[in-house]
């Protein structure tokens, strides 16, 4: 590729050269007229040909500008289209990333009624256990699980974490499950998870599971498809699998939720606080959960100290 000449003198010609005047020139560009003139005479001396014919304090253009003016104008306005097509881009599209569980199963089941309620706006979500970098990517908001304090973010707590053993009422009724202690002896999925440990003693199990072999899965959309298959019980979050729990496809045997800590948030870059797509996706998505609040204990809405 040829090298071009400075970006900034061809810019100077082409406003000097579509307005024929230097001074108006200037106007637009936000310099002084002396300043455009020095750009331009830097153009021509590069390429060796008059670009304007200066004749008792008027300019025009010569036959060599006349015959680029067209080609610059049209590149500048090209480039102008790009850029004015990557902000309507920002403004209509709204890219969220999830957590697989969250995003596969109360989102994905919700995100609907959002569209529908701004018809105007696109949406875009992808759904990955990996913490999203707003600084290299394209994600306009998350739902996060952690503590809530990230620096240069916005952190909107939604509610606290927390699970309990979720299987089949098949698998339920054929291994007699009546009582938390009835969880030792029976096959549960990620087994040596510290999780189980931490909801037996909230039941009031006083041994500690021992370590044994099992199934290890990734999200609990995996776990879920285990679950109902019969395969064990899992440790999952009711509040995510309501549809799942009022059909009887599958059971919750305990009141009993275990809290291992943190909470599931909405963030975004702080700086972004007031953009209309993120701000509309707030509020619906706090609407939402308000609407969900009967199904949890109200020590579950509230935010972490």
């Known amino acids: 590729m040829p090298k071009l ?19 108006r020139a200037a106007e637009e560009l936000g310099m002084t007229q002396a300043a455009v ?23 025009r253009l010569s036959e060599t500008g006349q ?11 090209a480039m102008g289209d790009a850029f004015a097509a990557l902000d309507d881009d920002e403004a209509e599209v709204l890219t969220i990333s999830a957590a697989t569980t969250f995003g596969g199963t109360w989102l994905s089941a919700r ?12 949406v875009r979500m992808s759904m990955t256990n990996e913490m999203v970098d707003f600084d290299a990517s394209n994600v306009d908001v998350a739902i996060r699980v952690g503590g809530g304090a990230w620096p240069g973010l916005r952190a909107d ?4 974490s927390h699970v309990t053993p979720i ?14 202690e009835d969880l030792l002896r029976v096959d549960r999925l990620a087994p040596n998870d510290p999780w189980w440990a931490g909801w037996l003693a909230a039941a009031g199990v006083g041994t500690p599971p021992q370590e044994r072999r099992g ?18 019980i899992a440790l999952m979050t009711p509040l995510l699998w309501q549809l799942e729990l009022a059909s009887g496809r599958m059971v919750a045997p305990f009141d009993t939720l275990y809290q291992p800590g943190g909470a599931n948030f909405l963030v975004h870059r702080d700086n972004r606080v007031g953009v209309r797509k993120i701000e509309r996706f707030r509020e619906w998505l706090h609407e939402e959960m308000e609407m969900d609040r009967h199904l949890l204990p109200e020590a579950l809405w509230q935010p972490l100290p």
């Open 5 to 23: 000449p400075p970006l900034a003198a061809v810019r100077t010609f082409e406003a000097a050269g579509r307005l024929q005047n230097f001074s």
């Open 67 to 77: 015959r680029l003016l067209p080609a610059v104008s049209g590149a500048f306005a």
């Open 157 to 160: 707590f939604l509610f606290r």
């Open 111 to 122: 995100i609907g009624r959002f569209q529908l309620r701004h018809p105007d706006l696109a």
């Open 37 to 59: 003139s020095y750009q331009v005479r830097q153009l021509e001396d590069r390429l060796g040909r008059a670009l304007f014919v200066r004749e008792k304090g008027r300019v």
């Open 167 to 180: 299987c089949s009422p098949a698998f339920r009724d054929a291994n007699a499950i009546a009582a938390p």
């Open 215 to 232: 199934i290890e899965l990734d999200s609990q959309l995996q776990e879920a498809s285990a679950v109902q298959g019969g395969y064990g």
